[in-house]
């Protein structure tokens, strides 16, 4: 007979991911046990393994459960009924606003995703490069021809708005949207007109 599922299954599920992000960040993801995760989330060791066979296996779910919803959420964002700038403009804000909330995450991504196998790796990088894609198209369409047609130099571009935007939180405390927006604005204009159009 096939096991039912508890009504709470999403929510503990939820919190052992957030917990667990937050745990993997703080401590690092190999010296993390799960025994601290079990700990953190005030929940028995074995109800974990109830839901992740092992760490590996939570460290999976944690990152595409995250880096799927990201790359969704900024492909809600539509070019139709907007300028190229315009759709620039509203991918960086929409980037910007996902990532609220998220700063374990970001810190989980940048060092344990290399502790994955291969195959793991892959598919979370498929994530990426499917956002990645669609910011380097949004730049291709505000560029110069030249710099359009040099695929390298875009690629430069595009992972350079990355880096202004992934690193937003080690540098900035206020947790707010409106700051948000404020920011996404300013490098939306660092990104068109360059620093000295400001």
Not at 52 to 76: C, M, N, P, Q
Not at 149 to 163: H, N, P, V
Not at 184 to 195: E, F, K, R, T, Y
């Amino acid at each position: 007979m096939a096991r039912t599922i508890a009504k709470d299954h999403d929510e503990k599920r939820d919190l052992i991911q957030h917990t667990a992000a937050k745990v993997f960040a703080d401590t690092g993801f190999d010296r993390a046990s799960m025994t601290q995760l079990a700990k953190a989330c005030g929940i028995s060791k074995a109800a974990i393994y109830h839901y992740y066979d092992s760490k590996d296996d939570l460290l999976f779910d944690i990152l595409e459960t995250h880096l799927k919803a990201l790359r969704d959420r900024v492909a809600g964002v539509k070019p139709a009924g907007k300028t190229p700038e315009e759709y620039l403009r509203a991918i960086i804000l929409e980037i910007l606003l996902a990532y609220r909330g998220a700063d374990d995450y970001h810190r989980v991504q940048a060092n344990a995703m290399g502790a994955l196998d291969p195959e793991r790796r892959r598919i979370l990088m498929d994530y990426q490069r499917a956002l990645v894609q669609q910011v380097m198209d949004a730049l291709r369409a505000v560029v110069s021809p030249e710099v359009a047609a040099d695929k390298k130099r875009l690629r430069s571009i595009t992972m350079s708005l990355f880096g202004t935007l992934n690193w937003y939180y080690m540098w900035n405390t206020d947790k707010g949207i409106e700051n948000r927006k404020e920011y996404a604005a300013l490098v939306g204009d660092i990104m068109l007109n360059g620093v000295n159009g400001l």
